[in-house]
């Protein structure tokens, strides 16, 4: 399918251990990004990419890692997951800067 | 940095109203703006954008933002709402140095009321 896709939609872990969401989009775009959401908080940057192999910090990156090796691909990994992550996750692709960013359809990610 | 505020987090009104969902923004460099809705359980679609031109722009469903420089403010308007508009909206600023990355308001609940 076209566009872009997020896996797993839900996903319920334990506090401690390693989550990776993963994202991949079929339009070749250059520019990728993790967003979580959080009430009153709107959507925050975590990461982005500006192309395989380049990536760099958002507002909020601690905690997380990210990996960029194929242009369509952009996994987002909680290392140890804490309680403080848990949120709604998405991620975003463009093609360039002038450009909309089109959105996954979100991870709901619990941390008990 | 650029920061974005959205001034009310829950605007009710009745269907057929008109709506205004209000946007300000602080940057410090040329910015571009936009407009997203995210419905129920959906990611977000990009309702208007302006990047350059005229100041007026307009979505294909009735929805009209205007920035305001002087004031810095890109307010969403609709004359006349339907129930299906019910959703929440999020202001959203790029600075036009930046790696397209966008700083977002924290969201306005729409609520449509029969």
């Known amino acids: 399918d076209a566009g872009i896709t997020q896996s797993p939609r839900y996903k319920i872990t334990e506090t401690g251990r390693q989550v990776t969401l993963m994202c991949h989009q079929t339009w070749s775009h250059s520019y990728m990004f993790w967003y979580r959401q959080d009430l009153g908080h709107g959507l925050r940057l975590i990461y982005y990419s500006a192309a395989a192999d380049i990536t760099d910090k958002g507002e909020v990156p601690d905690g997380y890692v990210v990996s960029r090796s194929k242009t369509e691909n952009f996994p987002l990994t909680l290392e140890s997951a804490t309680r403080s992550q848990t949120s709604v996750y998405f991620c975003a692709s463009t093609a360039g800067l002038v450009n909309e960013q089109f959105f996954g359809p979100g991870t709901r990610l619990t941390v008990l | 940095a650029q920061s974005v505020t959205q001034l009310d987090s829950q605007v009710p009104v009745f269907e057929e109203a008109p709506v205004e969902l209000r946007c300000n923004y602080s940057s410090s460099v040329s910015v571009y703006l936009f407009w997203y809705v995210q419905y129920p359980n959906q990611g977000l679609q990009l309702l208007l954008k302006y990047l350059s031109g005229s100041t007026l722009v307009e979505s294909i469903n009735g929805f009209e933002a205007e920035f305001n420089k002087s004031q810095t403010s890109f307010h969403l308007r609709k004359p006349s709402v339907h129930i299906s508009d019910t959703a929440e909206y999020f202001c959203?600023?790029?600075?036009?140095?930046?790696?397209?990355?966008?700083?977002f308001g924290q969201g306005t609940i729409l609520t449509v009321h029969p």
């Open positions: 959203a600023v790029r600075a036009g140095t930046s790696y397209g990355k966008l700083t």
